[in-house]
């Protein structure tokens, strides 16, 4: 009874964790591996092979934009960093030598300071796969984070 005088009466839903989901904060949860993005207006061809993998991030339906360019900017950390830090969430696309397409997401972007920004939301994947399931668009693979 003193409680009530001070915090008023119970609420039939508390505030708190019930407004804390995935679809609010998704980069609070692990990727998810079998769901795939819808496309989004906009995209660029590189974009659209993408934007499958961004199911539930907080880029899933934002426009994307090509930020760093490594043949473009160049192969260094400052340039890599003036370019890319404060910006927020990304996802990063690397063509090997081979021609492998993959990458990884990042929820936290960066910042240069040299810590690291650790997320479960993070993952690594890998486009054109032989080794895909028949669902994933592009033969994408998607690698949570390993703890």
């Not at 192969?75 to 990458?103: E, N, Q, W, Y």
Request: net charge positive.
């Amino acid at each position: 009874m003193l409680q009530g005088v001070f915090f008023g009466k119970k609420e039939a839903a508390p505030q708190g964790m019930a407004r804390f989901d995935s679809n609010r904060f998704p980069e609070q949860y692990p990727a998810t591996l079998d769901e795939w993005a819808e496309p989004v207006e906009g995209d660029d061809a590189e974009m659209a092979l993408l934007r499958p993998l961004l199911k539930n991030t907080n880029l899933e339906t934002r426009n994307l934009k090509l930020t760093y360019d490594g043949n473009r900017d160049g192969f260094d950390p400052i340039t890599f960093h003036s370019k890319v830090d404060k910006l927020g969430g990304a996802i990063v696309l690397c063509t090997t030598r081979m021609g492998i397409k993959c990458g990884g997401y990042n929820p936290k972007g960066w910042v240069g300071y040299g810590e690291a920004r650790g997320s479960i939301a993070a993952f690594l994947y890998i486009l054109n796969s032989p080794y895909a399931s028949p669902e994933a668009p592009n033969s994408s693979i998607k690698l949570r984070k390993v703890r």
